[in-house]
């Protein structure tokens, strides 16, 4: 079991690097754009355009291919318990990795529980399967 978060955490580990490359650049193709109107004030919005561009990503991803580019190349994929993926099921099961923080509390109240997973994967009816 161990290792199968260790899988999940690396596999999160990976996402996070694609979409902090995401906003690196979408920084440098906005930037000459903001310094040349001096809307530097932009930038304070930062942060809050950073998590939504994580639930978007992982949305997207998990809605239409069942996984995202760090689970695809760790093997694995999030299923439903009782139909098909879908983008409504991927939103709810990704609200709290809006800024990461939320998903240590998901993290912490799902540990608590009898599944032993995040919360928002037993609201949502899903879980993250390893591939053979």
């Known amino acids: 079991m161990e290792q199968f978060w260790g899988r999940r955490m690396a596999a999160l580990i990976i996402d996070a690097i694609f979409i902090s490359l995401l ?9 000459p754009l ?8 932009v930038f304070n919005f930062w942060l809050i355009l950073w998590g939504f561009l994580i639930i978007i990503y992982f949305t997207v991803m998990e809605g239409k291919w069942s996984t995202t580019l760090g689970k695809g190349l760790l093997k694995l994929k999030v ?5 098909d993926m879908n983008y409504q099921r ?19 109240i799902g540990f608590r ?9 037993d609201y949502a009816n899903t879980r993250v399967i390893r591939l053979e």
């Open 23 to 31: 906003m690196w650049a979408l920084t440098a193709l906005l930037y």
């Open 79 to 83: 299923q439903t318990k009782d139909g």
């Open 34 to 41: 903001i310094a040349l109107t001096n809307l530097h004030y």
């Open 90 to 108: 991927a939103l709810l099961r990704n609200l709290s990795k809006f800024l990461w923080i939320p998903l240590l509390i998901d993290a912490a």
């Open 113 to 121: 529980g009898a599944n032993k997973g995040r919360y928002l994967d």
